[in-house]
């Protein structure tokens, strides 16, 4: 970008983009408190307006947080680092470890409001698992929650015919999560086809998420085939997009 470039952007979009460059250089270190409005007012001799416009940029792109009557400081939450393909492997899920595992190392990770229920299939689950439309399934809705912040929804549905009686109809599914326990009844999946949507988030989801205003969500549709090319868990995720770091890591 030239200086004249630069020159034409927004006032508040500069002030923003020298914020970010003292915290991507480490002059302002995470946790620390950034330049309050009145500050920022004085240096850049702007409205108070323009100067709450540049933190706001700064939040929106999850660099900074609003602590209540504190201020504005930078993020300490690490992005999570979702590695899409390992995560999934057999060897996984296979050996009792849950796909998160994979992500979260040493990190504390909770899931919470969780509710499993079953219900009719409206037309577009029952045509991503193969059902007539009004059959059975099988649906688990839980939130995860890393370090503290929310960082994901996720929805899971699965046929109640095959699935009903075993332990993924029950809150906690067990060592391996329903992957394993769908291998125990014959049914483990071998591929995953996984589709990424992004778009602005529902007045619910951004409660649920604690997300800032402006903040774009990540939505992962994955559905789980088994070796004759069945579908039979169809998984749909609502990520915070500044919580996360997309990784796809295979051979050319």
């Given at each position: 970008?030239?200086?004249?470039?630069?020159?034409?952007?927004?006032k508040?979009?500069?002030?923003?983009?020298?914020?970010?460059?003292?915290?991507?250089?480490?002059?302002?270190?995470?946790?620390?408190?950034?330049?309050?409005?009145?500050?920022?007012?004085?240096?850049?001799?702007?409205?108070r307006?323009t100067?709450?416009?540049?933190?706001s940029v700064l939040?929106t792109?999850?660099l900074?947080?609003?602590?209540?009557?504190?201020?504005?400081?930078?993020?300490?939450?690490r992005?999570?680092?979702?590695?899409g393909i390992?995560?999934?492997?057999?060897?996984?899920?296979?050996s009792?470890r849950?796909?998160?595992?994979?992500?979260?190392?040493n990190r504390?990770?909770v899931?919470?409001q969780?509710?499993?229920?079953e219900?009719?299939?409206g037309?577009?689950?029952?045509?991503?698992?193969?059902?007539?439309?009004?059959?059975p399934?099988?649906v688990?809705?839980?939130?995860?929650?890393?370090?503290?912040?929310?960082?994901?929804l996720?929805?899971s549905?699965?046929?109640?015919?095959?699935?009903?009686?075993?332990?993924i109809t029950?809150?906690?599914?067990?060592p391996?999560?329903t992957?394993a326990r769908?291998?125990?009844?014959?049914?483990?999946?071998?591929?995953?086809?996984?589709?990424i949507?992004?778009?602005?988030?529902t007045?619910?989801?951004?409660?649920?998420l604690?997300l800032?205003?402006?903040?774009?969500?990540?939505?992962?549709?994955?559905?789980a085939?088994t070796?004759?090319g069945?579908?039979?868990?169809?998984?749909e995720?609502?990520?915070?997009?500044?919580s996360y770091?997309?990784e796809?890591?295979?051979?050319a």
């Open positions: 970008m030239t200086d004249q470039d630069s020159a034409r952007r927004p508040y979009q500069r002030i923003a983009d020298e914020l970010r460059t003292a915290i991507q250089s480490g002059a302002f270190a995470p946790g620390d408190r950034l330049p309050g409005e009145n500050d920022l007012m004085t240096t850049y001799a702007v409205a307006m100067a709450r416009q540049a933190l939040r792109e999850g900074a947080e609003a602590r209540k009557g504190a201020g504005v400081f930078v993020r300490v939450f992005p999570l680092r979702r590695r390992p995560r999934l492997s057999g060897e996984q899920w296979g009792g849950s796909v998160w595992s994979a992500d979260v190392e504390d990770l899931v919470d969780i509710e499993v229920a219900t009719e299939a037309t577009r689950v029952a045509g991503a698992l193969n059902l007539t439309p009004g059959a399934v099988c688990r809705s839980r939130r995860f929650v890393l370090d503290a912040k929310p960082v994901l996720s929805v549905y699965l046929s109640a015919e095959l699935v009903r009686g075993t332990p029950e809150p906690d599914t067990g391996g999560g992957y769908l291998a125990e009844l014959g049914h483990g999946p071998v591929r995953f086809r996984e589709e949507r992004c778009r602005m988030p007045a619910d989801e951004s409660d649920r604690a800032e205003l402006g903040t774009p969500v990540v939505l992962i549709g994955r559905t085939f070796g004759p069945v579908a039979v868990e169809l998984n995720m609502t990520l915070d997009s500044s770091v997309l796809y890591d295979f051979d």
